[in-house]
């Protein structure tokens, strides 16, 4: 199973960036599908974006397309998420999570998740 440890949030004004980072330990990282996924306060969590084990695939909800990217390092067991042009509704706590296969598809699983990283937009 994979250890994950999400690192990179904090408070933006709107229109603001940040970079999340999500480090991971573990042999099975380089050939497994990662996520990002976001909880509001009283909301369910949500899905945010994926990216297939070599990078050469990502998925994005809509409400981030244009705005959000994945992208992972397999040298250094990292995935980021490069967040611009934040809104306040973006806010929420992101968690990294990994699973066993290396694509992601819509009803996909995730076997491994991190404690997440706070993220706050200030309007």
């Known amino acids: 199973q994979v250890q994950l440890v999400e690192s990179g949030g904090g408070l933006v004004q709107a229109g603001g960036s940040l970079r999340l980072s999500c480090a991971a330990s573990g042999r099975t990282f380089s050939s497994s599908a990662m996520g990002w996924f976001r909880q509001a306060p009283g909301k369910e969590r949500e899905f945010v974006a994926a990216i297939s084990w070599s990078g050469g695939s990502t998925y994005y909800a809509d409400s981030v397309k244009g705005r959000f990217t994945i992208s992972r390092d397999n040298a250094k067991n990292t995935v980021y998420l490069q967040m611009n042009s934040l809104k306040p509704e973006d806010t929420a706590v992101y968690y990294c999570?990994?699973?066993?296969?290396?694509?992601?598809?819509?009803?996909?699983?995730?076997?491994?998740w991190g404690r997440g990283t706070q993220v706050t937009v200030s309007s």
């Open positions: 999570a990994a699973r066993s296969g290396s694509y992601y598809y819509p009803s996909a699983d995730f076997g491994s």
